[in-house]
Nanobody, 120 residues
Framework: QVQLVESGGGLVQPGGSLRLSCAAS????????MSWYRQAPGKERELVAG???????NYADSVKGRFTISRDNAKNTVVLQMNSLKPEDMAVYYC??????????????WGQGTQVSVSS
């Protein structure tokens, strides 16, 4: 069974940093496209950052230059390093896994989410 468990959320002041981690199990991690999404109250879930099987990354314009996504295939972990946090970043952050190829048979999966709060 696919399982994604986020950790590292919390309360920080504007300008602060947080490091979110997603521990993955139940599938072959190295074959997955891994992403971080976030959802603020009353808003739709939005893509924050993604990393491909080969390590290519993409970011929402709102977080470019501040957030960094990385993966460690040996540890089955994807990390979102968040710097220079703004109140607008406040949301529940979710880890997502989807197959990097049609050859890999597992369903698009989500973690339970971790709360990021940014407030002075």
């Amino acid at each position: 069974q696919v399982q994604l468990v986020e950790s590292g959320g919390g309360l920080v002041q504007p300008g602060g940093s947080l490091r979110l981690s997603c521990a993955a199990s139940g599938f072959t991690f190295r074959t997955a496209i891994m992403s971080w999404y976030r959802q603020a109250p009353g808003k739709e879930r939005e893509l924050v950052a993604g990393i491909s099987v080969g390590g290519s990354t993409n970011y929402a314009d709102s977080v470019k230059g501040r957030f960094t996504i990385s993966r460690d295939n040996a540890k089955n972990t994807v990390v979102l390093q968040m710097n220079s946090l703004k109140p607008e970043d406040m949301a529940v952050y979710y880890c997502n896994a989807r197959p990097g190829s049609i050859l890999y048979k597992f369903k698009d999966s989500w973690g339970q989410g971790t709360q990021v709060s940014v407030s002075s």
